[in-house]
T-cell receptor
């Protein structure tokens, strides 16, 4: 069983729409969760971290965590073509490392 | 300030040769992580350093892989007798490693290794 699961996509949304990215994980003791964005040929960059159940908003981005359902999501409002990238979900591991899903490729069409 | 730097950016080698990859973390970051990203795969955790110490090396894919960190700063990842399946982008990340949780990790640009 994969530790962190994401739909590989591609997820295609029109410009200005809400993009919804989902992630499930199998380790019930995980306490920290992260969303990274990775443009093609580039390294991952952190978008959001979330540690508590509920929503966390930062600009156009909202992360949602439900520990009971082992589910974390990322909503991108007013999607822009520049948001087109692969979005990586990760949970914190026992060594302070990150355990990543394979990523969801998002395409925002003008 | 300067971010995480890695060298070389690209490395092409022949099967069976040894390679050494370098990571220079953000100044003051005590934790350093190595990951590997193969085509179509997610990021795979390899090894973690807290200071100069690597408490757990079980993430390294085989005994051909080794890593060290000196002076609490620069780290090198060495792959001996490279194989074609070692071809990947090797990413280094560093963090402040604040107590009580997983701290934000900042990634370097990676080294793209191609084994012919």
């Amino acid at each position: 069983q994969k530790e962190v699961e994401q739909n590989s996509g591609p997820l295609s949304v029109p410009e200005g729409a809400i993009a919804s990215l989902n992630c499930t994980y199998s380790d019930r003791v995980s306490q920290s969760f992260f969303w990274y964005r990775q443009y093609s040929g580039k390294s991952p960059e952190l978008i959001m971290s979330i540690y508590s159940n509920g929503d966390k908003e930062d600009g156009r981005f909202t992360a949602q965590l439900n520990k009971a359902s082992q589910y974390v999501s990322l909503l991108i409002r007013d999607s822009q073509p520049s948001d087109s990238a692969t979005y990586l979900c990760a949970r914190g591991g026992s060594q302070g490392n990150l355990i990543f899903g394979k990523g969801t490729k998002l395409s925002v069409k003008p | 300030g300067a971010g995480v730097s890695q060298s070389p950016s690209n490395k092409v080698t022949e099967k069976g040769k040894d390679v050494e990859l370098r990571c220079d973390p953000i100044s003051g970051h005590t934790a350093l992580y190595w990951y590997r990203q193969s085509l179509g795969q997610g990021l795979e955790f390899l090894i973690y350093f807290q200071g100069n110490s690597a408490p757990d090396k079980s993430g390294l894919p085989s005994d051909r892989f080794s890593a060290e960190r000196t002076g609490g700063s620069v780290s090198t990842l060495t792959i001996q007798r490279t194989q074609q399946e070692d071809s990947a982008v090797y990413l280094c990340a560093s963090s402040l490693a604040l107590a009580g949780g997983v701290d934000t990790q900042y990634f370097g640009p990676g080294t793209r290794l191609t084994v012919l």
